[in-house]
């Protein structure tokens, strides 16, 4: 990948975790899976398709405010996903004490 590809690759789960984070906010798990699947292709199309040289100065300043703007959604995300999961695991372990 060149330059602008990446820039715009990281563009692009930018938008998603965005999307996400929506998704997340309004109680919409199956739209947040969705999307959850399309940012792991874009991360996947990062990590086999390296860049074919560095990054210049100025672009991995961008890329690195980008991913800041994208762990700043994330950590969003996991504070409204993570009380879901805690409760998911307490149905389940309830669910399997009476099975047994």
């Given at each position: 990948m060149d330059e602008a590809q990446i820039i715009s690759t990281y563009k692009a789960i930018l938008a998603?975790?965005?999307?996400?984070?929506?998704?997340?906010?309004?109680?919409?798990g199956k739209k947040l899976f969705s999307l959850e699947q399309e940012c792991k292709k874009l991360t996947h199309a990062l990590i086999?398709?390296?860049?074919?040289?560095?990054?210049?100065?100025?672009?991995?300043?961008?890329r690195i405010e980008i991913i800041h703007q994208i762990l700043a959604c994330d950590a969003k995300i996991r504070a409204i996903t993570e009380p879901w999961m805690t409760h998911l695991q307490n149905l389940l372990?309830?669910?399997?004490?009476?099975?047994?």
């Open positions: 998603i975790t965005h999307k996400m984070l929506k998704a997340a906010q309004e109680n919409d086999a398709n390296p860049p074919q040289q560095p990054l210049s100065a100025e672009m991995q300043k961008k372990t309830h669910a399997h004490k009476h099975i047994n």
